[in-house]
């Protein structure tokens, strides 16, 4: 015995409709509208499959190529393959610099508002990992002089202090500050 159809008049309280969620006046719902997304289907489906084989995966956008590590090709030549394994290097040793500056310098969310602005907030950002490096590297070219300015006169007053301890003079006591 089938069960009773549901009215379709009658709304549904767990899964509520697309257009109760999503405003139709706003818009990006306009332009979604207006872009021909048969076009897309057309150019994007030949890269990917329905039949359970995988997908080739799509490794050149415009001009740009995208290499992923992943076992050697044996067409590339030895250069090659350290030059590739070179960039890979340099690639993982960048991702985790991003990571601090979006942490460390407010670059997570971008306070201004444009396109324009947000470049301007990568470039503040950058600019403060810049100067932060620029500094840690003056405190170590000036701590070792002031290190050694400092090392000289502790010696020094060492000295001196042992002097005053050798001749016995009663009338030094050093004030004790709380």
Not at 93 to 110: A, L, T
Request: proline content about 7%; glycine content about 4%; hydrophobic content about 40%.
């Amino acid at each position: 015995m089938k069960g009773e159809l549901p009215n379709p008049k009658q709304g549904n309280i767990f899964q509520p409709n697309l257009h109760q969620i999503v405003n139709p006046a706003h818009e990006l719902v306009l332009l979604a509208q207006k872009i021909n997304w048969q076009y897309f289907e057309r150019e994007f489906t030949p890269l990917y499959s329905n039949t359970g084989k995988p997908s080739k995966p799509i490794r050149k956008i415009g001009n740009t190529n995208i290499f992923i590590p992943g076992p050697k090709n044996k067409n590339q030549s030895v250069y090659e393959q350290r030059k590739l394994r070179a960039m890979f290097r340099r690639r993982a040793s960048i991702e985790p610099i991003i990571g601090h500056v979006k942490s460390d310098h407010r670059m997570e969310r971008s306070f201004y508002k444009g396109l324009t602005s947000d470049r301007m907030n990568v470039l503040l950002a950058c600019a403060a990992w810049n100067l932060k490096k620029f500094m840690k590297k003056l405190v170590k070219a000036f701590s070792l002089p002031f290190l050694a300015i400092l090392l000289s006169l502790e010696d020094s007053l060492q000295r001196l202090f042992y002097g005053y301890r050798k001749a016995n003079l009663s009338f030094f006591i050093p004030l004790n500050y709380k």
